[in-house]
């Protein structure tokens, strides 16, 4: 929904609240109960492996979902006609990173924390491994 429908429907008294979530630590994020199936072999084994370490790297610092319903909650409290709100520190600094970079830079500086390598990079190494 863009902001022109939001000014459509302000008159009705309805507004639009969008919620950026950050990391919060949860079942799917941790491995109590998880069956693991990915393999570090191949082509993709060290982004993998980086992608993997990057995250629990995330999960050590991941709020709790207490602290996530707090914010859920302060943020459906916002009677604005259209609001962006940020539950979690990483969706704060991902908010704030949006309004000053480029699209272009913010997804090479996102592609670069999670340790994922630049695009057509692979591309001789996935060549190699199907030949």
């Known amino acids: 929904m863009g902001r022109g429908h939001v000014r459509e429907i ?11 979530t950050g990391t919060f630590e949860t079942d799917m994020l941790t491995d109590e109960g998880v069956q693991d ?9 060290s982004i ?7 995250g629990r790297l995330a ?26 709100r940020a539950v979690g520190p990483d969706a704060h600094m991902l908010l ?12 090479q500086v996102t592609r670069a924390a999670m340790g994922i390598p630049r695009f057509g990079s692979l ?5 190699r491994a199907t030949h």
């Open 96 to 107: 704030m990173s949006n309004r000053l970079l480029p699209n272009k830079l913010l997804g």
């Open 59 to 84: 999960i050590k610092i991941a709020g709790t979902p207490e602290r996530f319903a707090r914010g859920l909650a302060k943020a459906l409290d916002d009677t604005g006609p259209f609001t962006r």
């Open 123 to 127: 591309r001789t190494d996935l060549s």
């Open 37 to 45: 199936y990915r393999s570090f072999e191949g082509p993709y084994g």
């Open 10 to 20: 302000a008159p009705f008294g309805l507004g639009v609240t969008v919620i950026v």
């Open 48 to 54: 993998c492996e980086s992608i993997d370490r990057r």
